[in-house]
C-alpha cells in the first residue's frame, strides 16, 4: 500500500492524504455518535437545571463540519484527478463539492437543534383560548370543574372556575379570561 502511494504524484498525494485521513476521522465520529461518545453535547450536565440560549443558531465552522469538507474535498478532488482533469480545476470542485458538504450538515444541524423544546405546558397560552366545559364548573367559583383547551398545539383538560353567576355546564362553550398562578384556568361562557 505504501509503495502504491509513493508511486503517485504530490498532487495526488495529497488529495489521497486528506481523503483517508479525514474519513478515518469521521469514522471514528460516527462510531461514537451511535455508542454515545459524542463530544458536542458538553451541556449534559447542566441541561436539566438552566434553561439557556445556546449561542449563535447557525454555526457554519465547526468540527464535524471541517471534517465532512476535507471528506468531501479529498474523494471529490479524487474522482476529479482519476476523471484527468487539470489540477485548477480539480481544486476549484473539490472546494465547491467540500463548502456545499460544511453549508448541508449546517443548515442540518441548525434545524435539529430548533426541533429541540422542553415540552413544559404554560398555562398563560391559554389565555384568550375557546374551549369546552367537560365537567360542570361551579358558579362564583364555588366549585372546579374540568374544560377542554387547545394550548400550545394540543387539547387538553385542565381544571376551571369561573365568575359567571350561573354553573356552566357541560358542552358550553368557554373562552379563557385568565390562569391562577397554580395552573387553574378562569373562563367565562363564549354566548350567552
Known sequence: MTEWFYSLELFPQIYWGIALIASLIFIIMIVLTFIG????????ETDAEIETDT????????????????????????????GNLSKPLTIIISLIAGLLMMTIMAAMFYY????????????KNAIGAVGEVYLTIGANRSSIGKAHVRIQGALRELEALTDSQT??????????????DNGILIVEQLNN
Do not use: P, Y
Not at 449561542?55 to 482519476?82: H, P, R, V
Not at 435539529?112 to 398555562?123: A, E, Q, W
Open 167 to 180: 354553573n356552566l355546564k357541560s358542552g358550553t362553550v368557554i373562552k379563557v379570561k385568565d390562569v391562577t
Open 55 to 82: 449561542g449563535i443558531g447557525f454555526q457554519f465552522i465547526t468540527f464535524k463540519n471541517l471534517i465532512g469538507f476535507f471528506t468531501i474535498f479529498g474523494w471529490s478532488g479524487i474522482a476529479c484527478i482519476d
Open 37 to 44: 461518545g459524542d463530544s458536542d453535547s458538553l451541556e449534559l
Open 112 to 123: 435539529m437543534r430548533k426541533l429541540n423544546h422542553s415540552g413544559t405546558l404554560n398555562f
